[in-house]
């Protein structure tokens, strides 16, 4: 079993997403994440256990090296795509209770903005962390974050602002969330946004990349 799960974990890392994918060289003709996450699951590996010994320690490896400088957005977003390749053939498992998850997560670019690069990568990790994304896309304003919050009361929430100009609406989705759900837990990141910025908004955590995100959620899955 755990060779299956290396092998799923080396495909995430070094994004192999299957067999028909050309990258990366070395592992041309190679089974990818897809192929041997649907052949572990035949083989009656438990879903949690391929997310917790190979997802997730792979992505956590994407996510160091990223914050290290070592690997850069191109390499991050195809070992996200490897992960997704293989998280296809166990959300069915996540979706019928069957098998739990760490909690749920809601993110989206703040209104009036529109980039989405940063943000997906951060909603990847996250999820390649086991937790549920709830992904609301770009554009996202407060009435839409409190409507996700409303169904979803206990969610973690991430916002993403690339302009200095979206900032301000940053300030105003986490009042506004501040405001109905108090003890909800608010991460923010984006180019232009800082740590000082997010202690000036009452936002509760900040990080300059996805990894960062994923750590700070940890302390809170017991
Ligand atoms: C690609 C891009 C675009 C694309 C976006 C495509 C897309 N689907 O996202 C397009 C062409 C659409 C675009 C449009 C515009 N853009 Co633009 N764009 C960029 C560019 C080149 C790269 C952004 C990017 O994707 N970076 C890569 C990702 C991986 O990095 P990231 O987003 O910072 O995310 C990382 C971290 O910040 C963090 N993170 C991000 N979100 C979150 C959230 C949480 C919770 C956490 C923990 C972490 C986190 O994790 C990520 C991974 O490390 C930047 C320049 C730059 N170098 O940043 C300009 C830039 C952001 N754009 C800029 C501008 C001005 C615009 C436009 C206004 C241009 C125009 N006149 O139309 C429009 C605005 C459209 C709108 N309303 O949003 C300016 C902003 C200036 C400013 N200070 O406000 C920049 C800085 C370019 C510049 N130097 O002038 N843009």
């Given at each position: 079993m755990n060779e299956i799960l290396n092998r799923i974990a080396q495909c995430v890392e070094f994004g192999?997403?299957?067999?028909?994918?050309?990258?990366p060289p070395s592992m041309k003709d190679q089974d990818g994440a897809d192929e041997l996450a649907k052949r572990a699951l035949e083989e009656g590996v438990k879903p949690d256990e391929i997310l917790e010994n190979a997802l997730v320690p792979a992505m956590a490896n994407v996510g160091n090296k990223f914050s290290r400088k070592e690997i850069y957005v191109p390499q991050m977003l195809m070992a996200a795509k490897a992960m997704n390749s293989a998280m296809m053939h166990l959300k069915p498992y996540f979706l019928s209770g069957e098998t739990k998850r760490k909690g749920k997560f809601i993110i989206g670019t703040v209104s009036g903005d529109l980039h989405d690069i940063g943000k997906n990568l951060v909603s990847m990790m996250i999820e390649g962390g086991g937790w549920e994304v709830i992904d609301l896309g770009v554009d996202v304003s407060a009435e839409k974050f409190l409507k996700a919050l409303d169904g979803n009361p206990d969610a973690f929430v991430g916002l993403s602002a690339l302009l200095t100009t979206t900032m301000e609406n940053m300030k105003k989705i986490v009042s506004a969330i501040k405001e109905k759900y108090s003890s909800s837990k608010i991460l923010i990141g984006g180019a232009p946004v800082t740590m000082e910025y997010c202690q000036k908004i009452g936002a509760d955590f900040y990080s300059p990349d996805p990894q960062g995100a994923v750590n700070y959620l940890k302390q809170f899955v017991s």
């Open positions: 192999k997403i299957n067999k028909a994918s050309p990258y």
